[in-house]
């Protein structure tokens, strides 16, 4: 029965780590890729270290990968959100068939400070508004 | 079908197949944040092969190794996401 139950989590896991390098290889852009990686390994990641938690049983090895799957957890989003901001303040090649792009003109190219909606639309930013924010 | 055969049969070729995947997309993509995703991609695939070798060979000391990747795979993601940033202003 306990074998059972790894083979499904170990088996579920793994395909989603085949279901996200596929999508790795296919899309077709560097957002929809990061987009992916980080949702899906996180998923398959965690099913993988979760059987091997069955597996033993014992209190040590339950807290590591525990543990590690926390980190895994808050920290993928974190480095996917900083390498996909840093690939659109590079100004990295976009999908021609993209047709909403609403970071387009949001940020400002010197002091990379975001702006938020009132920037593209008839309002103007205030003239403080560089100076309140945290990142000059 | 016992457990490790069913993971030598089954498990490992998946995580197989998904490495090869991601490597070619490594060596192909056609920007530098292509390449440090599927380097992060790759790093966290490692986690898995290990935790699946740790169930194979019965060591559970092995998962401290996938705890370290996965620092390891944070740090890295992060730097190079901040020298991307640095390197544009460098070039301005």
Known sequence: ?136 | MTLVEYYQYVVIPILGISVILVFIRFLKGPSLADRVISLDMLILMAIGIVVIYSIIYDQSTFLDIAMLFALIAFLGTVAFAYYLEERRKRNE
């Open chain 1, 1 to 136: 029965m306990n074998e059972l139950i790894i083979m499904v989590l170990s088996t579920i896991g793994s395909l989603f780590v085949l279901s996200t390098s596929v999508a790795m290889f296919r899309k077709r852009d560097v957002y929809l890729r990061i987009n992916v990686t980080t949702k899906t390994a996180t998923l398959g990641l965690g099913l993988l270290l979760a059987s091997a938690a069955i597996f033993f049983q014992e209190y040590s090895v339950t807290t590591r990968v525990l543990a590690t799957i926390i980190f895994i957890i808050l920290t993928a989003p974190i480095g996917g959100h900083m390498l996909a901001r840093a690939a659109y303040l590079n100004k990295t090649k976009k999908w021609e068939g993209m047709k909403i792009d609403d970071l387009a003109g949001q940020y400002d190219p010197k002091s990379k400070v975001l702006y938020s909606e009132k920037k593209n639309t008839s309002f103007e930013p205030p003239v403080d508004y560089d100076k309140n924010s945290p990142q000059t």
